[in-house]
């Protein structure tokens, strides 16, 4: 229906596109302002809408711009911008080009809609409209970007009406891809103005996200006021700020009307710069086109043919609060994927409870037979069987991590479900708070019958180890182009606790292969936990020596795993430690050949591996880049010819780090809390 729609609403590609083409991009969204300016009454009804004809004059029509794009005629036209139509001379290809022509009063327009058009050429996203190329002359400023065929969805709902519910859903499945694209990006970008305006719709029935006029980085600080009333999120005004643009007809943006919230005078203290605003309009935009009615006008779902599946998520896209609405479009995808899911285990549901009810009827009149206990379980195990099926069918981790979840419930003592999800959880490198939470909870509420499956449980509670040691908390996951540092250098602060907690439980647990690496991790996430403490109160002495011994433990353990994130964050602690601890490690005895024995494996190590992305990359080389440093470092520990290398005569490590010379007894710098990189890399 979507390509219809779209091919249903003019004569040619050209006149469809009408004002829309003028919105391409960014600051083009005002070549159709006036169409998305004002909205109230019934429904829709009052939406005006440009007529999308060609003009056959304008300022700077047959021009020929930076020698190669020959101006056509005018697609659309706004305050202080005209997009054209245009063939690249070149490439005899077609383009849109949008001039823009600020007036004399208003220099700083030219540089604001330079600086957006820069903002948007970073973006690299099939939905997002490019800009390739940038002309200035004494004209103005001319930006050349792909040309989209097609309508606005704003006029697609005018002259349609209401969307079947199957396209407006593959609409916003496009949508959400976009935008979980600008919110995942190293800055984050909010796009704060979706709406049915700046949404365009191809014959195909493929989306291009237009209009960054007041897209932000997360790591700025936005104003308020900035957006489309009714569409908006309501924290993105303040009370005033939304009266004064009812007053005058603006708000910085193009006012359809206010917001519930900011007509009840509530001014929100949320930074509109947060990824739900755009969860906000998304919501709201699905609204509108299931339902042809302004979301200004409040929730109303009267008379529309819509699943009460979808209308949840709509309406909790839609929540006034942020903290109640989807945490990110990625949420709000996978609630669209299985708007079905609820009815389907509403009749699993209802099946299960008819067949129990049948069960102990029958039990009454039979004794409770064990054959009926042995149907019981198969319809049960029946049920697991299909859930698990689903798991491992599915291209989409996100329907197999549900899956996994609903093989727990219908069988919680089948410890494969809960394995599964491990490996889901550090197959991009990144075990997030989300995964932590379901992982965590299904593991706590059915704990006390994994229990029992004695090297099951064990194996679990080691996966859980290892989870929290190597990808706990990262900003990114390991291997992605986006950030470097994260899981070795940024991990939460409450991971090794958490770690240690789960491979004692696995050591306590005992009966599988792994056991004495649990015990490896289990006493190195001690250390890690404990060592700044016991420095300070002068208590750490033989707890290097331990901690060495683990580390010859780990590298080789880690060399036996094909993981690169394993590998590469075992090489990488050794490499911290040794930096940070060789004259601790002299003083507890370990000699000068076991150090270089142990940087020599975890160069090696490094040098195996193969990385996965430039962020691996980079660690790989940082390692093996620290080579030198560290047998520096080493050799200086050894040098003082003043300290005996059985620490005779020293209290502890020999260190006191509250001493206020900052130096131990034998003269050399007691080593306090490493730097942040190191500390949390050990960790």
Known sequence: MGASAVKNTGASVVTNT????????????DACASGDAHASGAGMSRFKTQPGKPSVAG???????GGRYLLLFVVGRGGVSVVYAARDMTLNKLWAVKHCRPRDDEPSTLAAFRAEAAFIKRFDHPCIPRIVDFVENSLGLFVVMDYVEGVTLRTIIIDS?????????EWALQLCDVLEYLHGRKTPVVHRDIKPGNIMITPEGKVRLIDFGIAHERSGSPERGRGTPGFSAPEQFAANDVADGIADGIADGTVDGAAAECNRGSARSCCSADPRVDVY????TMYAALTARHP???VDWYGVACDRALRQVVERCMEDDPAKRFASCAHVAYALKHCDDGAFQASVRRRWRGFVATVLAAAVVLGASPCFAAAAWHVRNNDYSHWMTVAGLSADAHESWQAYRYAIHASPTHTEPYEEMIRLAKADGVFD???ESELCDELTAHAAELESQADGWGRLCYGMGVLYWYYADADDACGTDETTDSCWAKPRNHAMASASSWMRQAVDAGGFEELDSAQVYADMADFSVQIVQRANEGTDKGLYAAYFSNLERMVRTAADDANPVVSLSAAWQIVVALQVYPRHFRYDAITLERMRALESQAMQLALRTEAIGRKQADMKARILHAADDLRAAMEQAFSDPGAGMDGAGMDGAGMDAKSEQGRDRHGEESVTEPSAEMATALR
């Open 18 to 29: 009408g004002a829309s083409a003028g919105s391409l991009t960014g600051a083009a969204g």
């Open 59 to 65: 300022d700077a029509v047959g021009s020929l711009i």
């Open 161 to 169: 009406g209401r969307q079947p519910a199957s396209t407006v859903v």
């Open 281 to 284: 309009a998304l919501g709201a």
């Open 296 to 298: 200004r006008r409040g």
């Open 433 to 435: 708070s989300r995964e």
